[in-house]
């Protein structure tokens, strides 16, 4: 039945036969761009994406470095459309970076595109490894959509959207317990772009380091593994669609993540899509958003629109 070939699938991993060099090689996203050097691949990423939120600051009303708990990193920036009406959809973004580097100051990629088309966008900060563990930077994106519900209780629905590692914490708000927080957040969409679902194969790269101290937490902290053992089944009133994307050029290893993932998601009956973006790479899939016409940023329109 089910089990048996849940277990096989599960013994046949086939990260658990590469070497620890190319583990390191699949879970290292800049080593397979095609256009750029690695180096030069994240230097631009973080150019555009600095770029980015500098014009969304000048050219849009803002409310910047607001708290959302009472940690010092618990911060987010929220943008609006220029028509700020009653009730706007919202698309809240967590930044990636192996949950130890990146910043809300730098990732407002999809600012621009998003407001002019009527979504108020809010950009999370979270507390960075070697100081925030992973389980309380889980806990701090629930509390940043839990924020956002609870100060625009009027909203037309918040989308989740997180990239690499921000993908993971995203995805990890899926096993909310929403009925413990008092507060059900109007979630009505998530999009997980070249994301990371389930953490063990990382142990065995240098990436583990600050983050993943034993095979326990690593576990505790997939949503991959949380899907397939305790099956947490949707919400019976959840409408909520969940897109996982990955770039063309995103390591096999990536493709696999999503590819199960979105597997995994089916059989648990949640509405989900997989996307596979044609020739863009693990950086390129984010930045391309300051873009109205990249394929991902009418996606994210038409889902939020219903088109």
């Not at 849940?6 to 990260?15: H, L, S, V, Y």
């Not at 621009?112 to 701090?140: C, F, H, N, W």
């Not at 240098?206 to 053992?229: C, D, F, I």
């Amino acid at each position: 039945g089910m089990d048996v070939e849940g277990e096989g699938r599960k013994r046949e991993a086939p990260w658990k036969k590469m070497s620890k060099e190319e583990l390191e090689n699949q879970y290292s996203p800049s080593r397979w761009v095609v256009r750029l050097g690695a180096e030069e691949a994240l230097r631009t990423f973080f150019q555009i994406g600095k770029d980015a939120t500098l014009r969304a600051r000048a050219a849009r009303r803002s409310l910047l470095d607001v708290p959302y708990g009472e940690g010092e990193a618990e911060k987010l920036d929220i943008y609006f459309p220029r028509e700020a009406s009653g009730g706007l959809p919202f698309l809240v973004f967590v930044h990636g970076g192996y949950w130890q580097t990146g910043s809300k100051d730098t990732s407002a990629f999809m600012v621009g595109p998003l407001t002019e088309e009527g979504v108020a966008v809010v950009i999370v900060s979270y507390e960075l490894a070697p100081k925030g563990a992973l389980d309380r930077m889980v806990d701090q994106v629930t509390q940043s959509v839990l924020f956002v519900q609870t100060r625009y209780p009027g909203n037309q629905g918040i989308y989740l959207c997180g990239h690499s590692a921000g993908a993971h914490l995203a995805a990890m708000t899926l096993l909310a317990n929403w009925t413990k927080h008092g507060v059900t957040p109007n979630l009505k969409g998530f999009f997980l772009v070249s994301g990371i679902y389930d953490l063990e194969p990382l142990m065995h790269t240098s990436e583990n380091v600050p983050v993943l101290t034993s095979l326990e937490g690593a576990q505790r902290n997939s949503p991959q593994w949380h899907l397939e053992t305790a099956a947490p089944t949707p919400p019976k009133d959840l409408a909520c669609h969940i897109l996982v994307v990955v770039g063309q050029h995103d390591s096999p290893e990536f493709h696999r993540q999503s590819r199960e993932f979105y597997q995994t998601l089916l059989r648990g009956g949640w509405r989900a899509s997989l996307e596979e973006l044609q020739d863009v790479d693990h950086f390129e899939i984010l930045w391309n958003l300051t873009q109205k016409d990249f394929v991902l940023t009418q996606i994210i329109l038409k889902t939020i629109f219903q088109e």
